[in-house]
């Protein structure tokens, strides 16, 4: 299959924003690995669909909040990345998945902080640690925030608390990381409508309504919107961009 010669990674591709991300990609001609927690059939799909370009793609399965699978997980990777492509790296690390439990400050416990602080930022952090040293040098990493993270939501605290952690990350990592020429920067997505929140926004007009009179684009975002500017970010194009936050949310609450 053609290729450009860059393999990349994303969490998270099975549906929505990863999706997109890894079939942008893709018609960039970039190989891709994807993971997927739970829906092997919904990354199987997504592979096929990659597939079709022309292009290479493996499915691999990881919870991005559970630390303690993540040695297996890189052994997983460094034996796709020799079967599929003949390397032991790959360029470009989309660090998106997750999931989302709306709660107020004073409804939240211990059980559900510790879920969601795992996966957006404790695992974002370590799986891009056990990552690095197969990253090659002058790749790229983009880290999925949200627009949260500049405004207030209801019941969104511990969510965009932790995805403000992974902004600071971003910038530390741009540093650390800057020596070998990996860019590390943040895509922060608005409303969408996907199947985040069970649907919450894709499912609800009088939601999309509200959110659309409060964008100055005038409507809410679909997945192809944030996902094709994750796919930008990793281009050539932006080779002197590191360390930033890219909003995508068409100008929401501005």
């Not at 998270?12 to 001609?29: E, F, K, Y």
């Amino acid at each position: 299959m053609s290729s450009s010669g860059r393999i990349a990674l994303v969490t998270g591709a099975n549906r929505g924003i990863g999706r997109s991300a890894a079939l942008h990609l893709a018609r960039d001609g970039v190989g891709v690995i994807l993971t997927y927690r739970t829906h092997p059939g919904e990354a199987a799909e997504v592979v096929k669909e990659i597939n079709d370009l022309g292009v290479s793609a493996v499915a691999l399965q990881l919870d991005a909040g559970l630390v303690d699978s993540f040695d297996a997980f890189v052994a997983a990777v460094t034996d796709a990345l020799g079967r599929t492509w003949g390397r032991d790296t790959f360029d470009y690390l989309v660090n998106n998945a997750g999931t989302q439990i709306p709660m107020s400050f004073g409804e939240v416990t211990e059980e559900n902080f510790d879920l969601i602080v795992n996966m957006y930022f404790k695992g974002v952090f370590f799986l891009t640690q056990k990552l690095s040293g197969l990253l090659a040098d002058n790749g790229a990493i983009v880290n999925v925030s949200s627009a949260m993270t500049r405004f207030y939501v209801p019941q969104r605290i511990v969510y965009s608390a932790a995805k403000g952690a992974v902004e600071v990350l971003t910038r530390y990592l741009a540093q650390d990381l800057g020596p070998r020429g990996i860019r590390v920067n943040t895509v922060a997505p608005g409303a969408v409508a996907t199947d985040f929140s069970g649907g919450l926004l894709r499912d609800n007009p009088a939601i999309q309504r509200q959110l659309s009179g409060l964008t100055a684009l005038g409507r809410i975002a679909v997945a192809d919107d944030a996902g094709g500017a994750i796919a930008a970010m990793l281009r050539d194009d932006n080779r002197w961009v590191t360390g930033q936050r890219v909003e995508t949310s068409g100008g929401i609450h501005l």
